[in-house]
């Protein structure tokens, strides 16, 4: 199996410092407990340039530096920062595997659909680049050289041949020691004077065990590229979440907007890595001294565009009234639901969809889940029939599937509704006016067809219609197009329709019934 390795050097530092912009440049550490005293665990560029060492006590960082910026180590909060990380990469790799707090393995086996192993990985370091993150990628088939190439290299992209035995030769026994055979581990060997790993290979295995015991023949096989250890891939969490810490509580806007701005790119990064689209989010407001602020986020579409995500979320927290400074956000992904994409129509403007769905979803969550309605076509041929209301809320949650986005279960049919007459137009010519009616329907259709008073000549012409109190002198007739419901239900119907033009009114939609004989008005033709 081919498998890569993500190196992030000093990731918790790059972490922080795109959460927390105002710390780029300065000496910041990382510190935590151990032993009984504050130790750092990372340093940023600026303080390892001022003499600050990962393993030094914070009081010692302090007297080389003492403007250096003291922040917690939280193992915890790295850990589940790569594994979004790791979900944001799920279309490149199906599978990941944390590595915290520095690394994370990939399943490189589907590297052929990027053309190859070296394209697939520019495309991982690209996408980490895209987020602020800068690391070395490695593609192999086992874990020790994989990992001990990112680690232990300067370069940005390397592939292994299925042994790494001969790649890793070069390397440093400390190679030993991270996450393989433990701290301490390379000293008994730099005691017989080897200083890399391809010395190491070269001795006898039998010597080695002889003195060394099963941790001699395992770091033998380590260092020849011998490592039988599986890639295990780490379990996606249930329940899509994202927070952030401000470096200072916030009493203005602006600070606020860029951290949840960063927030949301992360977390809609994760749902299209799931290729999932959020349907209901909830965002925590966290205040300093006081209770959280929850504001529930309904939208009117799936989305996983985190430029609609953010307009919501902005204009939702302006109606906010916030009494202590904000210190925390939390974004969390209530309900998600298949996210397939969609087909812009010529000429439509991205930005434009973007505003209309900010309306909708604003009015949607302001006056409630079934406010807003879609018409859905329905399969009859009345016409005042031919179409429902569907709320919103539904089509979203997958319920009703939106036309052209998937398939359809064909609708019941109802004892009226009869197949789409299969045949040409008929063209009727009355007067100057002569056009096709099959299937031209009029844009502006009545809730209910209305009764049309009509006068006919002996011979059966139309010649006057009643239309809102008003006589009107029909000037063209265009027809007709049959439609006839199923004759053995108990409500049947036969209509015959046409495009009527009136003097001085325009052209309307009318039929006229197959059973009582009237001429009823249906729509209106712009």
């Known amino acids: 199996m ?29 510190h935590a407990d151990e032993k009984g005293s504050q130790r750092v665990r990372f340093a940023s560029g600026a303080a390892l340039k001022r003499g600050v060492r990962p393993g030094a006590t914070v009081a010692s960082a302090m007297a080389l530096e003492p403007s ?8 915890d909060a790295e850990a ?21 707090p520095e690394g994370l393995w990939l399943d490189a086996s589907a590297t052929h659909l990027s053309g190859s192993e070296e394209r697939w990985g520019q495309r991982v370091l690209g996408a980490c680049r895209a987020v602020g993150l800068r690391g070395r990628c490695v593609v192999g088939s086992e874990r020790f050289s994989t990992q001990a190439l990112a680690r232990w290299t300067v370069d940005t992209l390397t592939v292994v041949p299925e042994r790494g035995g001969a790649q890793v030769a070069k390397l440093p ?30 001795l006898p295995t039998g010597a080695l065990v002889g003195r060394f015991g099963s941790m001699g023949l395992q770091a033998a096989r380590l260092c020849r590229g011998e490592d039988d250890s599986r890639f295990v891939p780490d379990v996606l969490p249930e329940v899509l979440e994202e927070s952030v810490q401000l470096d200072w509580p916030a009493e203005q806007l602006e600070p606020v907007l860029f951290a949840l701005k960063m927030l949301v790119d992360r977390l809609c990064g994760r749902l299209q890595g799931r290729q999932l689209a959020a349907v209901r989010l909830t965002a925590t407001v966290g205040l300093e001294g006081g209770s959280p602020l929850e504001v529930p986020l309904l939208l009117a579409r799936a989305s996983a565009e985190s430029r609609l995500l953010v307009e919501l979320i902005r ?21 998600a639901s298949a996210d397939h994409g969609r087909q812009l129509v010529l000429g439509d403007a991205p930005a434009g969809e973007v505003e209309l ?67 040409k137009a008929k063209t009727e010519q009355h007067g100057a006016l002569s056009l096709p009616t099959f299937e031209a329907r009029p844009p502006r259709l009545f809730k209910e067809p209305s009764l049309l008073p009509a ?12 239309l809102a109190g008003r006589r009107h002198r029909v000037e063209a007739l ?38 009582d004989g009237a001429f009823y008005a249906q729509g209106v033709f712009d």
Not at 2 to 20: A, D, K, T
Not at 81 to 94: H, I, M, R, V
Not at 175 to 195: H, I, Q, V
Not at 481 to 507: H, I, K, N, T
Request: aromatic content about 8%; charged content about 20%.
């Open 2 to 30: 081919r498998l890569s390795y993500l190196f992030l050097p000093r990731f918790p530092v790059q972490r922080r410092v795109l959460e927390q912009p105002s710390l780029s440049g300065r000496p910041v550490v990382l």
């Open 68 to 75: 250096v910026v003291r922040l917690r180590f939280d193992g």
């Open 80 to 100: 589940k920062a790569l594994a979004s990380l790791g979900e944001l990469l799920l279309p490149l790799a199906p599978g990941f595997q944390v590595d915290a």
């Open 173 to 202: 026994l400390l190679a030993l020691e991270e996450g393989w055979l433990g701290a301490g581990a390379a000293a008994p060997f730099r005691a017989l004077g080897l200083s890399t790993l391809g010395e190491l290979a070269g």
């Open 315 to 335: 204009h939702r927290m302006t109606d906010l009234t916030v009494r202590q400074p904000i210190t925390t956000l939390h974004l969390r992904v209530d309900e």
């Open 357 to 423: 769905e900010v309306v909708m979803s604003r009015l949607q969550s302001a006056l409630g889940e079934d406010a807003l309605f879609s018409a859905e076509a329905v399969a009859t041929h009345r016409p005042e029939a031919a179409w429902h209301c569907v709320p919103l809320s539904l089509r979203q949650q997958g319920a009703v599937p939106v036309p052209g986005e998937g398939p359809r279960p064909p609708a019941p049919r109802g004892a009226n509704d009869a197949p789409w007459p299969k045949r």
């Open 455 to 466: 006068e006919l000549s002996p011979d059966g012409a139309l010649l006057h219609v009643t």
């Open 478 to 515: 265009t027809g007709p197009e049959r439609l006839v419901g199923a004759w053995w239900s108990p409500d049947p119907f036969s209509r015959d329709y046409y495009r009527l033009s009136l003097e001085g009114v325009g052209q309307l939609w009318v039929f006229r019934d197959g059973q």
